[in-house]
């Protein structure tokens, strides 16, 4: 299948499109408004430094359903413990700076280019995206950040510098989106980190009817309070 070259209007391929990779286009920009277009069709940006931007929506798609968690018995414990006060909305810049920098097993550099960092600050800016923090003692220790769309989240990136300190705040998160009545986490491509949690590989198509599904939702805009309804 072709890999599509985007232009300076507002539109995609079709996401069922993309090649056996995933890929489905090359190009564009990082503004806002291509962003939230690209995220309600099932498309994400993901690209190294030096390459022009390419936008993926890969088959099989890594889903979590919020009702399907499952928090593993030794995390369960640690949460016992309150080691961590969990926060959202409070460093988003910072905790998209350390998934940026953190280093990673088996991965050279980082997606998370400058230009990418200033993409979802500003998608933050306008209460389109959203960090989930775990702070100890007064310092940042681990986090995530997403995107949510209707009564979708689309998971980016995470970090810990402290055991655990990444998977309490993920739990943390899809309690609050259950709450509120999320239907879907999108975790785009396998781990075995994810799968722990119970999330799950569908097919394609699955995913992007479940996407359409969830876009007819209205969009939980602005600052997240984990203590809101």
Partial sequence: MPVYQLDERLLFPPAHLADPDGVLAVGGDLSCERLLLAYEQGIFPWYSKGLPILWHCPDPRMVLEPDNLHTPRSLQKSLRQNLYEIRCDTAFDRVVERCATVERPGQEG???????????????????????????????????????????????????????????????????LRRWGFTLIDCQVYTPHLAQFGAQLWPRAKFLDALKQANTRSTRCGQWSLTDD
């Fill in 110 to 176: 980082t997606w998370i280019t400058d230009a990418m960092k200033a993409a979802y600050i500003e998608l933050h800016e306008n209460g389109f995206a959203h960090s989930t923090e775990a702070w100890r003692d007064g310092q940042l220790v681990g986090g995530l950040y997403g995107v949510s769309l209707g009564s979708a989240y689309f998971g980016e990136s995470m970090f810990s510098d402290a055991p655990d300190a990444s998977k309490a705040a993920f739990v943390t998160l899809v309690a609050a």
